[in-house]
């Protein structure tokens, strides 16, 4: 099984900056691909960002896009999520999880963060 942890969330104001780790550990796969997804209240998932293991390619929401990085350290089996700029709109719980070819979807998902934009 893989563990996912995530860190770094909190209470900001908006205009704020935060970064969200998430390290993963258990069983290893040779290549994979990280995500950020978030929940916000009364809302379903949403995707945030992405980062590909070939190539290091990202992608991101409309959203979030020109105010969040994501990257991804392979060493450390880590992810992050630099969010700047930050709006109200961005409150939610954010994930990361997992996703190892071939399967075409996250398998693997961490507990949740705790993000809170104040006006």
């Known amino acids: 099984q893989v563990q996912l942890v995530e860190t770094g969330g909190g209470l900001v104001q908006a205009g704020g900056s935060l970064r969200l780790s998430c390290g993963a550990s258990?069983?290893?796969?040779?290549?994979?691909?990280m995500g950020w997804f978030r929940r916000a209240p009364g809302k379903g998932r949403e995707f945030v960002a992405a980062?590909?293991?070939?190539?290091?390619?990202?992608l991101y929401a409309a959203s979030v896009k020109g105010r969040f990085v994501i990257s991804r350290d392979n060493a450390k089996n880590t992810v992050y999520l630099q969010m700047n700029s930050l709006k109200p709109e961005d409150t939610a719980v954010y994930y990361c999880?997992?996703?190892?070819?071939?399967?075409?979807?996250?398998?693997?998902w961490g507990q949740g963060t705790q993000v809170t934009v104040s006006s």
């Open positions: 999880a997992l996703r190892a070819p071939p399967s075409p979807s996250y398998d693997y």
């Open positions: 258990g069983r290893t796969f040779t290549s994979y691909d």
């Open positions: 980062v590909m293991w070939s190539g290091g390619s990202t």
